[in-house]
């Protein structure tokens, strides 16, 4: 059974705001600017 989440974050610093959703798009897909749908199977 996967587990769907939401992912919001809110980093003041450009570059771990990038390295963070590039690591977020791995998983899921961008819904918005900082937040993230992710379907992660166990």
Do not use: E
Not at 12 to 31: F, H, M, S, V
Request: aromatic residues 10%; hydrophobic residues 50%.
């Amino acid at each position: 059974m996967a587990l769907t989440m939401v992912v919001s974050y809110d980093v003041t610093r450009d570059d771990r705001r990038a390295k963070l959703a590039a690591l977020l798009q791995t998983w899921g897909d961008r819904i918005q600017y900082s937040v993230f749908l992710l379907t992660l199977a166990p």
